[in-house]
């Protein structure tokens, strides 16, 4: 298995993608999970999909898939699409134990953490409900969680992360490091700055939602979310955007009553966020 000698040394990332690697290496830093080790193949699939190939191969948890370039990446109600170089497509295997009800809290504290752990570096990210990173009103990441159901538990889930650096980008996205660029942050200077950043994040909220729950992280959550506050028109009549439940659910205010939106049943719009 090849080892990286100091990761805290160098673009370990770039190292990795140039070797190639075809086995985990391994990535240990105080701010990071202990013993956390990245296979980090310069051209995959989906790094979700490698993540559960490599379960089926007898590997253990917690283990990261970066790829320079996915070909098939996998995102939220079954969409797929291409991600070129220049972002950062990374996946997290954790072992879990929880109560299948407990699905929707995965992007809850995923998005939460990785979100403060990127304000703490001078980028002033939100959330934008279900699953994305807005900057400047538009879509800096998305998230993808996906889980292993073993009688009424969730046993294993894959959380998976793109964040745009320097790829192309549509007209509702942005990329972050153009961004740091023209507002001189000298903290994120790469790939793998950015991939450090974003596993410490993950840390923090897993750690934290082991410790509390969700209930403390989605009073943060809150705190962050672009759309609160704003109107949005249901078939159910105009309403005000009032909060995000513990369940993923969107809470908008028509009238005097409360509707409960699923996830995936109405889109909010990027242009008026941020």
């Known amino acids: 298995m090849a080892e990286i000698s100091d990761p805290g040394n160098g673009d370990w990332l ?7 690697h075809g ?15 990245v296979i980090a193949p310069a051209c995959t699939d989906s790094t979700n999909q490698i993540l559960w190939d490599l379960r089926h191969q007898g590997y253990h948890p917690p283990l990261v898939a970066i790829a320079r370039e996915q ?23 954790l072992a879990t134990d929880l109560p299948i009800s407990y699905g929707p809290h995965l992007v809850l504290w995923s998005a939460w953490g990785i979100a403060h752990a ?9 959330v934008k409900w279900p699953n994305d990173l807005l900057l400047k009103g538009k879509k800096l990441a998305g998230i993808k969680t996906e889980s292993k159901i073993n009688g009424n538990r969730i046993t294993a889930a894959i959380i998976g992360v793109g964040i745009n650096w320097t790829n192309p980008v549509p007209a509702t996205g ?3 490091g153009p961004f740091c660029e023209a507002e001189s ?27 509390e729950g969700i209930a403390g992280i989605l009073v943060d959550y809150l705190q962050l979310f672009a759309h ?22 969107l809470v908008v205010l028509i009238g005097q009553r409360r509707e409960i939106i699923l996830p995936g049943t109405v889109s909010l719009d990027y242009d008026h966020a941020g």
């Open 14 to 20: 770039d190292q990795a993608w140039q070797e190639d």
């Open 23 to 37: 086995q985990p290496i391994s990535l240990a830093r105080p701010d990071i999970l202990s013993g956390l080790k």
């Open 71 to 93: 070909t098939a990446g996998r995102g939220q109600w079954g969409r797929t699409w291409q991600s070129p170089p220049g972002g950062l497509y990374l996946s997290l295997w």
């Open 118 to 126: 990127l304000i703490q570096h001078g980028i002033p990210v939100q």
């Open 174 to 176: 942005i990329a972050l």
């Open 185 to 211: 942050i000298q903290s994120i200077n790469s790939l793998t700055d950015l991939a450090e950043i974003t596993l410490a994040g993950l840390t923090l909220g897993w750690h934290r939602y082991q410790r």
């Open 228 to 249: 609160r506050g704003r109107e949005i028109s249901l078939t159910q009549g105009v309403g005000i955007i009032e909060s995000v439940t513990a369940q993923g659910e």
